[in-house]
């Protein structure tokens, strides 16, 4: 998971630390490799930097991290916004180890200021990730136990779960808990850190969440490459901590 600190409206400096955390990530040994919610522009960009930038995807710069996979040969879930027609998208593209994208999930609760530029996707159907079915959930997805309980009966086995949600009023409160409780289906949460004009993230948790119990907790202020290993039989992790990488912060590139 890339616990990364996100500068809003930075496009070209978030894609820089996103690729070089890949990297870190893949040198590593990681196999799976989840950026936070919203990981290019962050949460509030659209007053910074407006929208005109948001292209069909893959734009060039995904064509590129697609490029770099075909060397790495990992899963890369990678969370970008997306036009389609007349429409914006909070969307994560979750890209194969052959560089192909081998499935989309567009964020579905998006009633947020923050988000209003974008448009609600209508579907929530697993991703088969080296044959195992992934439920993709971006952020406040978890929210409500709908889109879980959904993607579940379509046959999901476990959840990802990209994220820009801190502690505060409209923090988490259980929810990420919850589903997992009411599902069965373990939860991995890739949140991230830095702030934002109203938003802190230094305290958000990246999570790996069980049975309504949190498994693997990681905040920190600085961006953090964090691995740990899974058992894809039991769906249980293998590690009783993450290991944890921190990268050199990046102002300028």
Not at 164 to 172: D, E, V
Not at 187 to 200: A, M, P, W
Not at 205 to 227: F, I, Q
Request: contains cysteine.
């Amino acid at each position: 998971m890339l616990h990364l600190e996100t500068v809003p409206g930075a496009i070209e400096r978030n894609r820089y630390v996103i690729v070089e955390a890949i990297k870190h990530a893949a040198a590593t040994g990681a196999e799976w490799i989840v950026t936070p919610e919203l990981a290019v522009c962050g949460l509030q960009f659209a007053h910074l930097v407006g929208t005109d930038w948001i292209e069909p995807q893959p734009d060039r710069w995904m064509q590129q991290v697609c490029t770099l996979n075909k060397t790495l040969k990992r899963i890369i879930f990678l969370s970008c916004p997306e036009r389609d027609g007349q429409r914006l998208y909070n969307s994560v593209f979750v890209i194969g180890p052959t560089g192909e994208i081998i499935g989309t999930h567009r964020k579905i609760n998006v009633l947020s200021d923050s988000l209003s530029w974008s448009s609600p996707g209508d579907k929530a159907s697993p991703i088969e990730c080296d044959g195992i079915q992934v439920g993709v959930l971006v952020c406040a997805d978890v929210y409500t136990p709908n889109i879980a309980r959904s993607m579940k009966f379509e046959g999901a086995q476990m959840f990802v779960s990209p994220a820009s949600w801190g502690p505060g009023l409209h923090g988490p409160n259980g929810e990420w808990e919850q589903r997992t409780h009411e599902t069965g289906l373990p939860l991995i949460v890739c949140n991230r850190t830095g702030t934002e004009k109203t938003l802190d993230f230094r305290k958000a948790p990246s999570l790996v969440v069980r049975d309504g119990v949190r498994l693997l907790t990681h905040t920190s202020e600085r961006s953090a490459v964090l691995t740990f290993d899974w058992d894809f039989d039991c769906m249980v992790p293998r590690s009783s901590r993450y290991s944890i990488n921190y990268i050199r912060k990046y102002d300028t590139f």
